[in-house]
């Protein structure tokens, strides 16, 4: 079975970097027509999707985030890692991990990592 697990800083502050990882056991990110996305969850709201990376390294942003957001993988340890630029307390949220079954459809998720921006 198919098992994410996302990591990274609790506390970024206004302005910075904010950079997390998802490394996925039980399966590869290369097998053939796998996406994986980041989605994030700010508090009191939905989710919102953030992008993807295909399993040959392509990617898809939301238009809303493209112009801040990055995504890469690391074949070696099985992982795929987000980067958001600039970020600002708006960007508080609690961000997954997860494998597309299709674009916008999820089977896979990890448990999700809480990220608070603030100074």
């Known amino acids: 079975q198919v098992q994410l697990q996302e990591s990274g800083p609790g506390l970024v502050k206004p302005s910075q970097t904010l950079s997390l990882t998802c490394t996925v056991s039980?399966?590869?990110?290369?097998?053939?027509?796998?996406?994986w996305s980041w989605i994030r969850q700010p508090p009191g709201k939905g989710l919102e999707w953030i992008g993807y990376?295909?399993?040959?390294?392509?990617?898809f942003y939301s238009p809303s985030l493209k112009s801040r957001t990055s995504m890469s993988r690391d074949t070696s340890k099985n992982q795929i890692t987000l980067q958001l630029s600039s970020v600002t307390p708006e960007d508080t949220a609690v961000y997954f991990c997860a494998r597309d079954v299709s674009p916008g459809s999820w089977d896979y998720w990890g448990q999700g990592t809480q990220v608070t921006v603030s100074s």
């Open positions: 039980g399966g590869s990110i290369t097998t053939n027509k796998n996406l």
């Open positions: 990376i295909t399993y040959s390294g392509s990617t």
